[in-house]
């Protein structure tokens, strides 16, 4: 069992790590080509900083005695994530364990960029390392093509991927509804993501992690959705503008980057319809009662939580950021205002 101080290092010096990344816009970390244009390492070094640390820090938790581990990364392919964590496993008092990584992403250059430094890492460190690519949409995932094998321990991780597979064709609903929106205080069934919830439970993962935007994005009437990602955005800028200063203080190039990812997502959340309106965020108590519908159970993230979490939040030197704990997930904020829910669990 690792010390707590130990676990707290190992997380702190994670988050330092991605804090101090420099702009993807600039050439020593361009991202390279193939790379999906809403790629997540624009916005590693700012919020989802913590939301990898507190991953990497439940991890290490939650798998430090295992000697195999297989993670699946289920769409996103940042290796600002892998990387780190990949650093902190080679630490570990009792060994270095042996470390297999599926990603599953649709885009084949993504995921060979993803491997091939993912591999040049894990050599640099001595590290036994595998990587396994699929190249499929997740609802064409299964089981079988994990190809988990006996005395693995299975963790998935989803980073701002999951919400894509609420996409449906409701333009019928959206055109012809009237007052306050009827899926508001409830959680809709929805058959794709039950499905797809179902299947990477049946293969008994240790952990389950989900990190989600903390808003209400998935409602029918255009105008809800507006109001809503008015407030959310107008926080995600906030601390843009707090994180990389303004165009004239030499954060020109990164605001750029990440005010084109956003702009994507706001664009897709209020002018498209149907299956193409794929930005369908929900708030944490939803995903809460699907995957507890379908067998999952929450994980506890942290020890000497408080204490740890405002570590973290000096380490990046990010003022304004509070990391607040909600029913089993760990809430990232600007200032009062949730922006991620990080979560984890369990079949």
Same mark, same amino acid.
């Given at each position: ?138 609802? #064409?995932? @299964?089981?079988?093509? *994990?190809?988990? %094998?006996?005395? &693995?321990? /299975?963790?998935?991780? +989803? ?56 808003? #209400?994005? @998935?409602?029918?009437? *255009?105008?809800? %959705?507006?109001? &809503?990602? /008015?407030?959310?955005? +107008? ?113």
């Amino acid at each position: 069992m690792l010390l707590p101080a130990t676990l707290t290092n190992l997380t702190i010096a994670s988050v330092r790590y991605l804090c101090s990344l420099p702009s993807p816009a600039t050439p020593s970390s361009a991202s390279p080509p193939g790379l999906p244009p809403r790629s997540l390492s624009a916005w590693s070094n700012g919020g989802l900083a913590f939301a990898y640390g507190i991953i990497t820090r439940t991890w290490l938790q939650t798998m430090a005695e295992e000697q195999t581990i297989h993670a699946v990364d289920l769409g996103s392919g940042d290796a600002n994530f892998w990387i780190p964590l990949l650093r902190s496993f080679s630490r570990l008092p009792n060994g270095t364990p042996h470390l297999k990584v599926t990603c599953v992403n649709n885009n084949k250059i993504a995921l060979e960029n993803l491997g091939q430094r993912l591999v040049k890492e894990a050599g640099s460190l001595d590290m036994p390392f595998q990587f396994n690519p699929i190249s499929l949409k997740l609802t #064409d995932l @299964n089981t079988e093509m *994990l190809k988990v %094998r006996t005395g &693995e321990a /299975l963790a998935l991780i +989803s980073v701002l991927t999951l919400h894509e597979l609420l996409a449906e064709d409701d333009r019928v609903d959206a055109h012809f509804s009237t007052g306050k929106d009827t899926h508001s205080s409830i959680v809709k069934y929805h058959w794709k993501m039950d499905q797809f919830l179902s299947t990477i439970r049946s293969a008994s993962p240790k952990v389950f992690f989900l990190v989600e935007q903390e808003a #209400d994005h @998935n409602q029918t009437r *255009l105008v809800d %959705r507006f109001v &809503e990602g /008015l407030h959310y955005y +107008s926080a995600v800028f906030d601390s843009i503008d707090a994180t990389l200063g303004g165009l004239a203080s030499g954060g020109g190039e990164e605001r750029v980057v990440l005010e084109e990812m956003f702009g994507r997502e706001i664009e897709n959340i209020v002018a498209c319809e149907g299956v193409e309106r794929e930005e369908r965020h929900e708030r944490y108590w939803r995903w809460m009662v699907r995957l507890g519908q379908v067998g999952f159970k929450p994980v506890r993230m942290w020890l000497d939580a408080m204490e740890d979490m405002k570590k973290m939040v000096e380490a990046c030197g990010r003022e304004g950021y509070k990391i607040v704990n909600e029913k089993a997930s760990l809430m990232i904020c600007w200032h009062d205002r949730p922006l991620y829910a990080v979560s984890a669990w369990t079949y």
